[in-house]
């Protein structure tokens, strides 16, 4: 006997599905598609008083304030600086990391290293950010160091100089072992034959890793650096947050420590919204770009 | 073939860089354990690396009564146990319509639309947070749950992961009588258990970290859940003191150092609890995430 599924007419099944959607939909209505209607702030000189509708509408001199701001200039700058920095070490780091392990014979002692090089990324940055600042503070091992081979100490997380070099290096320490695991798959799905038969020819490890390992790791590298470039703008807000201060902030304030100083701290909604809307604004082209990218010139893509 | 047992300088140099670091990686958690169980004076001198100096359980016994912490550790228990569940039952009750194909769900290409948008355009903050205002909800537990009940690069894993189930499966149920609900139910939540625990776990790892929220939303350090109130009192520059870099050396040297130490122990220990199971299910996690088409 065919049951009642069988017959159902398909209207009747797609009912079902709305009626799964909805909740979903709910949230992201109230929480994501309501909020996008608030960037008109970015077009108003708003107050809470009088809410969206009542308050002013001044066009694009918000973005006009923006842009003639010297700070902001210098915002943008240390914005990319440091994000690039990050994408870049970000890809090298786990590349060079794997390449490395993948030379590793002894299982045991393998795995015992990727079990521990995974776990930072799991660590928040508030807690990861305490651990930073003790190594970096005055007393810390690094002055000690430094003073042990006759060097002045250095103030590094007061210091313009050192700020973005340390926001770097230190995100690329909490993520290089999450980060290798992508190029660990890769490498294990490069043909074992291919290393026999250049064996066989007389290729030392050098050889094999340039002409073999590489070139078989490389189209995952270019994948990866496609997805991460549109991450210019995202300079890691809970790394910078935790860890910078008044004295820094020349080197190191960025688009999202910037939105939230100024669009929560001191309430100015408007210019926290317009700067806030640039972001998302960019930062999507950038991701539809780089998908479509992705899409081309592989068989993969991000969403 | 490379030759077993061999040990030529390469090979050790290699084994040496990658001990290093493995070991840079262990450092954090072995320096904060050290700090917890060290005497005040010995951490703020700066003597303590990865072992205790001067082995005490004081930090421990002062923050047993520390009742802020432990008021914080259960909101943040709340939270995950909560936040997570809503994630879970968001993340599949989307994914499934959204992995039916256009003759079975017509809608399927408006939807997938809408929550595309939702991922790619955020960094609404200010305007989130007036939402979140408006509904009162500032000061609540559920202002930490509700604005990121939908995880769209979740929903968008499970998607991916609900259309490689066999359609053949599906259409035996169908010719059951089963209705939609009960072909999730019975077929697509059973064969997909390595993704969902993949995203369990990333959500539970991601409400026990997340201070930001509790920051914005909470205006009383009463109702701080733990990564908030570690935040408060490990790292936080109170930005209207620190005016000179005289200040700043003083703050990065209080002797508070042992005392938040522990408390970031606490705050770690239930994260190092699942790590186990994390690991058996992130890498699984990765490979489905990297979508193929």
Known sequence: MKGIGYFMSRPKKQWYYHLMMLPGMIFLIIFN????????????????????????????????????????????????????????????IPVCFSLLLNEIKAQF??????????????????VFAAVVQGIFSYDGPINALLMAV??????????????????????????????????????????????????????????????????GIMPIILIMLTMALPNILNAGFDQIFNLYNPLVYKSG??????????????????????????????????????????????????? | MIKRGKLDSLTVLIYVV???????????????????????????????????????????????????????????????????????????????PLSRNQRE????????????????????????YMVVQ??????????????????????????????SVPKALEEAAEIDGATPFQILWNIFIPASKPCIATI?????????????????????VHNYPLQTYIQMIATTFDISKITDIKKLQEFLMISEKTLNSAKIVVSVIPLLLIYPFLQKYFTTGLVVGAVKE
């Open chain 2, 18 to 96: 990658v001990t290093v670091l493995g070991l840079s990686c262990l450092f954090p958690i072995l320096n904060t354990l050290a700090l917890s169980f060290s005497s005040s004076a010995a951490a703020t001198a700066g003597k303590v690396g990865i072992i205790p100096v001067d082995f005490t359980l004081s930090s421990y016994q002062k923050i047993l009564n520390d009742q802020q912490l432990w008021r914080s550790f259960l909101i943040s228990m709340l939270r995950v146990l909560l936040g997570t569940s809503l994630n879970i039952f968001l993340v599949i009750t989307l994914a499934y």
């Open chain 2, 200 to 220: 369990v776990l990333f959500c539970i790892v991601w409400h026990w970290n997340d201070y930001f929220s509790g920051l914005l939303y909470m205006t009383k």
């Open chain 2, 134 to 163: 408006k509904l009162g909800m500032i000061n609540s537990i559920w202002s930490l749950i509700f604005p990121g009940a939908v995880s769209t690069g979740n929903v968008i894993l499970m998607m991916n992961f609900f259309r």
């Open chain 1, 33 to 92: 598609f309501i909020p996008m209607f608030g960037i008109v702030m970015a077009f108003q000189d708003f107050s809470p008083a009088k809410g969206i509708l009542e308050s002013r509408w001044i066009g694009l001199d918000n973005f006009k304030f923006i842009f003639g701001l010297k700070e902001s200039r210098q915002i943008f700058s240390n914005t990319i600086i440091i994000s690039f920095g990050k994408i870049l070490l970000g890809i090298l």
């Open chain 1, 109 to 126: 002692f393998k795995r015992m290293v990727q079990t521990i090089v995974y776990m930072p990324h799991f660590l928040s940055w508030v």
């Open chain 1, 150 to 215: 006759g060097v002045e100490p250095v103030m590094f997380l007061g210091s313009n100089q050192w700020f973005r070099t340390i926001m770097v290096t230190t995100d690329s320490w909490k993520e290089f072992g999450y980060g290798s695991i992508i190029y660990l798959a890769a490498l294990t799905g490069i043909d074992p034959g291919l290393y026999e038969a250049a064996s066989i020819d007389g290729a030392g490890r050098w050889k094999r890793l340039l002409h073999i390992t590489l070139p």
């Open chain 1, 253 to 303: 304030d960025i688009l999202d420590t910037y939105v939230y100083r100024v669009g929560m701290l001191k309430r100015q909604y408007s210019l926290g919204t317009a700067v806030g809307l640039i972001k998302s604004v960019v930062g999507m082209i950038l991701i539809l770009a780089a998908n479509k990218l992705v899409t081309t010139f592989s068989d993969r893509r991000m969403f």
């Open chain 2, 105 to 128: 769900f017509g809608a399927q290409k408006i939807y997938i639309k809408f929550v595309l948008f939702a991922m790619l355009f955020n960094g609404v903050m200010v305007p989130t």
